[in-house]
């Protein structure tokens, strides 16, 4: 798996935007990017994943460059509930029949975010 | 409601009283894994397995051991605690090759101490 850097530490303004940034500059052509988030101590839970497209779901945006090389996580009106460690993890989907190896996933030390009243 | 459910959530125990984590999924997910959580360590896979009866180790199994004998059970095993075993634990489980996405639902964690 393509490695990646986060900035280890964030602040944001209560219904502001926020926006992680991720650095991949070595993704494959066949890696995914996908977000995961761990509120202190709880399960990580997954956001979002992308290829090469913008993607958009309930929770957030993904912004990915056209180069692939690095993307941007957007939690459009930030709450102090999503104060938490979020983790920026590239993978390729695994090829079936391979392994269990393959599903693991392979967390960094993330990004924590602070959302500030 | 789709869930993983670990129990017990916390437990202090001591040196060698074997121990056994429960984890179940309500998804039907062929795959579950174990994870525990250190500072400054992160998450590492102790156990992974991909149906019933099929199971294998993950980066750190030493001390560990798991089964399945139902698709929805992954209970981890600790025969002889230690210790060093004091740690975060995390079952997570997803489906597999036709249906992946690559999505892993996570338990809430269970904080193990051993003393």
Aim: aromatic residues 10%; proline residues 6%.
């Amino acid at each position: 798996d393509a490695k990646t850097t986060q900035p280890p530490s964030m602040d944001c303004a209560e219904g502001r935007a926020a926006n992680l940034p991720c650095n991949h500059s070595t993704i494959s052509g066949n890696e995914y990017v996908y977000w995961y988030r761990q509120i202190h101590s709880q399960g990580p839970q997954y956001i979002i994943h992308g290829l090469k497209n913008n993607e958009t779901n309930e929770m957030a945006s993904l912004i990915i460059t056209e180069d692939r090389k690095s993307s941007t996580l957007i939690l459009p009106h930030a709450t102090l509930r999503d104060t938490a460690v979020y983790y920026c993890i590239v993978r390729a989907l695994p090829i079936p029949n391979s392994g269990g190896s393959n599903y693991k996933l392979t967390f960094g030390k993330g990004t924590l975010l602070t959302v500030n009243p | 409601e789709a869930q993983v459910t670990q129990n017990p959530r916390y437990l202090i125990t001591v040196t060698g009283k074997k121990l056994t984590v429960t984890c179940s999924q309500n998804m039907n997910h062929e795959y579950m894994s174990w994870y525990r959580q250190d500072p400054g360590l992160g998450l590492r896979q102790i156990y992974y397995s991909m149906n019933v009866e099929v199971t294998d180790k993950g980066d750190v199994p030493e001390g560990y051991k798991v089964s399945r004998k139902e698709k929805r059970n992954f209970p981890l095993i600790l025969e002889s605690p230690s210790p060093n075993q004091t740690s975060l634990y995390f079952c997570a489980s997803s489906h597999r090759e036709g249906r992946y996405t690559g999505e892993l639902f996570f338990g809430e964690g269970s904080r193990l101490t051993v003393l």
